[in-house]
Nanobody
């Protein structure tokens, strides 16, 4: 079955940048929708950014618009999340998610229930 492997987390100062990557292993041919979610201590998991790998269409949470960019590399079966102008509110465990059957409505890219495969997470700490 499909596996997701995240990388790129770490610690950064306020105002800094980080780039997260998510590699899809044991890939089945076809297009997926994928997304990044995050969960801070004591808070619910929330959707950050999603993408349709078929055409690259994206959707972002209001809290990260203009600062984060999600992108795909279909040749490498991976997606990335470029995070700029980070603040303490971005501190969280970040998870990559994937689904073979994608939601029709773009905002639903940020719904947890849209996804069937999850990575183990990578920690991002901004201080």
């Amino acid at each position: 079955h499909v596996q997701l492997v995240e990388s790129g987390g770490g610690s950064v100062q306020v105002g800094g940048s980080l780039r997260l990557s998510c590699a899809v292993r044991r890939y089945s041919s076809g297009n997926y929708c994928m997304a990044w979610f995050r969960q801070a201590p004591g808070k619910q998991r929330e959707g950050v950014a999603g993408i349709y790998t078929s055409d690259g269409a994206t959707y972002y949470a209001d809290s990260v618009k203009g600062r984060f960019t999600i992108s795909r590399d279909n040749a490498k079966n991976s997606i990335s999340l470029q995070m700029n102008t980070l603040n303490s509110g971005d501190t969280a465990m970040y998870y990559c998610a994937a689904a073979r059957f994608c939601p029709a409505r773009r905002p639903h890219l940020l719904y947890q229930t849209s996804y069937t495969v999850w990575g183990q997470g990578t920690q991002v700490t901004v201080s």
